[in-house]
Nanobody, 122 residues
Framework: QVPVVESGGGLVQTGGSLRLSCVHS????????MAWFRQAAGKEREFVAA???????NYADSVKDRFAISRDNAKNTIYLQLNSLKPTDTAVYYC????????????????WGQGTQVTVSV
C-alpha cells in the first residue's frame, strides 16, 4: 500500500477558493503520476486533474481554467487549488497515485486516499 492522505476540504460560498493537499508517504512519489478525482453524492467518481513526475498537467474540461494542480517533490505533496467554485463542485475529493499511466478512469488507479469533503454553498 502507498498511503496518500488528503486535507484541506471545507465549506465555501459560490465563487470562493480552497486549496487541497495530498501527502504521499511512500518512496515512489518522485516517479508517481498523481491525480485528483471527485465523487458527488449518488454519482460515479470522476477525473479532475493529474500531474506527472515532470510537472505536466491534465484537466477535466469542467474545471479547466478554474482549478490548478501542482506538486512539491521536496515535500512529497501535491496540491489542488480550487478557484471560482460552484455548487456543482460539491463532492468528496480523492487523491490517487500510481507509477504507471492510468488516465481518467478511476477504476484503473491503484492507490487512493480517504477523501476530503468540499461543499460549495449557493
Amino acid at each position: 500500500q502507498v498511503p496518500v492522505v488528503e486535507s484541506g476540504g471545507g465549506l465555501v460560498q459560490t465563487g470562493g477558493s480552497l486549496r487541497l493537499s495530498c501527502v504521499h508517504s511512500g518512496r515512489t512519489f518522485s516517479r508517481s503520476i498523481m491525480a485528483w478525482f471527485r465523487q458527488a453524492a449518488g454519482k460515479e467518481r470522476e477525473f479532475v486533474a493529474a500531474i506527472n513526475p515532470s510537472g505536466a498537467t491534465n484537466y477535466a474540461d469542467s474545471v479547466k481554467d478554474r482549478f490548478a494542480i501542482s506538486r512539491d517533490n521536496a515535500k512529497n505533496t501535491i496540491y489542488l487549488q480550487l478557484n471560482s467554485l460552484k455548487p456543482t463542485d460539491t463532492a468528496v475529493y480523492y487523491c490517487a497515485a500510481d507509477v504507471s499511466l492510468r488516465g481518467p478512469v478511476a477504476a484503473l488507479w491503484n492507490f487512493w486516499g480517504q477523501g476530503t469533503q468540499v461543499t460549495v454553498s449557493v
